[in-house]
């Protein structure tokens, strides 16, 4: 079941932005703009995380963390702030990360996945000695995170998840860009050759006029 998640975010289109982003990753959202509203979407339905922006019309996303912290809630939180002055309050207050603006989306996802990992744990896989976190996409050799980027771990995950089996360029070109993005048979190139360097050469199988086959 796709994680949920309720952003708090009053610049509106801040909001349409992150939350097209969320939806496009497969996340269920839901916006408002104050906390008025937060406290009504949360009275009714449990949320995965809450991304609150710290500066809201009728109040704080510090003030909304502390009277839900208050009250039980445990829900993961990740603060979007202007400025990094006060943060030490939000994380007294029982906030899990936060991001600076202008957000980085890449970034973005990226500690989002960290936290959902973090309270949900995941689907974990075995490549070599590799281990890979199929709900965080994040890959470790023993303790030590490997360096990718979000396209490379999303191929990654769709190899995993479809290991052995034919993938057409088709298939991979609509996992990997989003609607309105024009696919690059050269960028797909570069990430083969850089799952290969760390899986070996004969982990990925070309499929001539067609497409790949993971064999890890």
């Given amino acids: 079941m796709p994680f949920k998640i309720l952003l708090v975010e009053d610049d509106s289109l801040f909001q349409e932005t992150i939350e097209e982003l969320l939806q496009e990753e497969g996340y269920l959202v839901e916006s408002v703009p104050d906390i008025k509203g937060a406290l009504?979407?949360?009275?009714?339905?449990?949320?995965?995380?809450?991304?609150?922006d710290v500066k809201l019309p009728d109040g704080s996303g510090f003030e909304l963390l502390d009277q839900r912290r208050r009250q039980g809630d445990t829900t993961p939180t990740l603060f979007l702030t202007s400025k990094r002055e006060g943060l030490?309050?939000?994380?007294?207050?029982?906030?899990?990360?936060?991001?600076?603006?202008p957000v980085d989306l890449e970034e973005l996802l990226l500690r989002i996945r960290a936290i959902l990992r973090r309270s949900h744990?995941?689907?974990?896989v075995t490549i070599g000695p590799y281990?890979?976190?199929i709900t965080s996409l994040q890959l470790l050799l023993?303790?030590?995170?490997?360096?990718?980027?979000?396209?490379?771990?999303?191929?990654?995950?769709l190899f995993v998840k479809n290991r052995g089996k034919n993938l057409s360029k088709e298939?991979?070109?609509?996992?990997?860009?989003?609607?309105?993005?024009?696919?690059?048979?050269?960028?797909l190139r570069v990430y083969i050759t850089t799952l290969?360097?760390?899986?070996?050469k004969d982990a990925i199988t070309n499929i001539r006029g067609y497409g790949y086959r993971f064999e890890k």
């Fill in 196 to 200: 290969k360097r760390l899986f070996g």
């Fill in 171 to 187: 298939e991979i070109f609509e996992h990997l860009w989003k609607p309105g993005e024009f696919p690059s048979d050269g960028a």
């Fill in 121 to 124: 744990g995941g689907e974990v």
């Fill in 40 to 52: 009504e979407y949360i009275y009714y339905t449990p949320y995965d995380l809450y991304i609150l």
């Fill in 142 to 157: 023993g303790e030590r995170p490997i360096d990718l980027g979000l396209k490379e771990l999303k191929l990654l995950e």
């Fill in 88 to 101: 030490k309050e939000g994380f007294l207050r029982g906030g899990d990360d936060y991001l600076v603006k």
């Fill in 131 to 133: 281990t890979f976190n």
